[in-house]
Structures are given as structure tokens and as C-alpha cells.
């Protein structure tokens, strides 16, 4: 079946530091890759998607490139803020039937610190 | 103005009690779910509503059962809480179009059985 695989973390950068979140997907047919931000006490919200190959998600800083031979989507962002601190979760979706549900992966921490 | 609502936002609650969670959207979208996330962050989902039409059913217990009144609705009410049951229950919908699903989150329940 699909599944989605992130480095678990807890992940502690200092401010302005570079940031890389690894993941890593399995899934039949062509899905469409997400990244979502749950900021402390908050739902999730969608941060970036790519929905093909060699697309490049990008928000707030933040980018993404959907890679189908590695089948990857990393995370990075090249100088983070504290306000970056929250939990990042890579998924996928739409690789099968209308209804397939989305897949999350387990959540990477971040905390930034000044 | 709120997109995806929920409540209440804390629950609070003896063990063998039952309770109710509401959502509500405004989103005009077709699918709704309840998502259950445990402490480590772990999401998991549990339901999944398309037109009041429920089309995803995890293994969930039966204690556990969705009502979905119409399209903007989703409810969860959950029998004989168990100790187990303390999560963060987030609510969310989307609008399946082209197998690309922005899911948009509630802010969540937070239910804690003593």
C-alpha cells in the first residue's frame, strides 16, 4: 500500500540556519505530494504541494520538488525563523481510486531557537 | 469566517461517559473526516463523509460513530470512553478534484478522559 516516510526529528536549528526534512514515499499510479505545518495548538495547513514529477512547491519561504526516480520531497528553507517552530508533516494523495484517502507521514518537529 | 470549525476545543470527560465533537464547514466542499492525533503526533484517520455518504471506515472501534446531517456536517460521537480515547480529534474537508486534495483542517479537540 502507500505509505509516507519523514525523519521523525525532534529537529533544534538556531535561527537563520539552513533546515532539510527528508521524505521518502511509496505509492502505485501518480500521487500528489503535500507538505502541511501544525503550528503549536493548531490544526494542520497546507504549506506547499507539487502534483507531478519535477514540479517545485513553494510558500513562505519554504520549497519542495516532487521527484519521481528518488521518490522523494524534501523539505528546505534556507535561513529559518523562530516563528518556523511547529510540527511539519509530509503526504500524498491521488494516487489511485476518487476517494483514496491521504496519507500522512509521522510528523517531523522543528524548533527553532534564537 | 472561520472555514473549518469545531467543538468544543477541550473535552474533558470520566471514563465510561459518552460525548458528542461537532464540525461544521463553510467551504462548500463534499468530503469531510475525523482524524485522530495521539500524543506523539501521530495522525491517524478514522472517517471519511462524501456527500453524507460515509466512504472511509478505518479500523476504528464501534464505540466510535459519525454522523453527517448534510454536507457541511460531520459529528463524532464516541460511547463508553476509554482512558485510550485522549487525543486531539481534528475535523477536516476537501473538495476531490483531479485526485489533487487540499485538505482543510479544524482547529481541533482536545479530549482528555479521566
Known amino acids: 500500500g502507500n505509505s509516507v516516510t519523514q525523519m521523525e526529528g525532534p529537529v533544534t536549528l538556531s535561527e537563520e540556519a539552513f533546515l532539510t526534512i527528508n521524505c521518502t514515499y511509496t505509492?502505485?499510479?501518480?500521487?500528489?505530494l503535500f507538505w502541511y505545518v501544525q503550528y503549536p495548538g493548531e490544526g494542520l495547513q497546507l504549506l506547499l504541494k507539487?502534483?507531478?514529477?519535477?514540479d517545485k512547491g513553494s510558500n513562505k519561504g519554504f520549497e519542495a520538488t516532487y521527484r519521481k526516480e528518488t521518490t522523494s520531497f524534501h523539505l528546505e528553507k534556507g535561513s529559518v525563523q523562530v516563528s518556523d517552530s511547529a510540527v511539519y508533516f509530509c503526504?500524498?494523495?491521488?494516487?489511485?481510486?476518487?476517494?483514496?484517502?491521504?496519507?500522512f507521514g509521522p510528523g517531523t518537529s522543528l524548533s527553532v531557537i534564537p | 469566517d472561520t472555514a473549518v470549525s469545531q467543538t468544543p476545543k477541550y473535552l474533558v470527560t470520566q471514563m465510561g461517559n459518552d460525548k458528542s465533537i461537532k464540525c461544521e464547514q463553510n467551504?462548500?466542499?463534499?468530503?469531510m473526516y475525523w482524524y485522530k492525533q495521539d500524543s506523539k503526533k501521530f495522525l491517524k484517520i478514522m472517517f471519511s463523509?462524501?456527500?453524507?455518504?460515509?466512504?472511509i471506515n478505518e479500523t476504528v472501534p464501534n464505540r466510535f460513530s459519525p454522523k453527517s446531517p448534510d454536507k457541511a456536517h460531520l459529528n463524532l460521537h464516541i460511547n463508553s470512553l476509554e482512558l485510550g480515547d485522549s487525543a486531539v480529534y481534528f475535523c477536516?474537508?476537501?473538495?476531490?478534484?483531479?485526485?489533487?486534495?487540499?485538505?482543510?483542517f479544524g482547529p481541533g479537540t482536545r479530549l482528555l478522559v479521566l
Open positions: 467551504l462548500g466542499h463534499d468530503t
Open positions: 507539487a502534483t507531478k514529477a519535477d
Open positions: 463523509y462524501n456527500n453524507k455518504e460515509l466512504i
Open positions: 505509492a502505485t499510479g501518480y500521487p500528489s
Open positions: 477536516a474537508s476537501s473538495q476531490p478534484r483531479d485526485f489533487q486534495e487540499t485538505q482543510y
Open positions: 503526504a500524498l494523495s491521488g494516487s489511485g481510486a476518487s476517494y483514496d484517502k491521504v496519507i
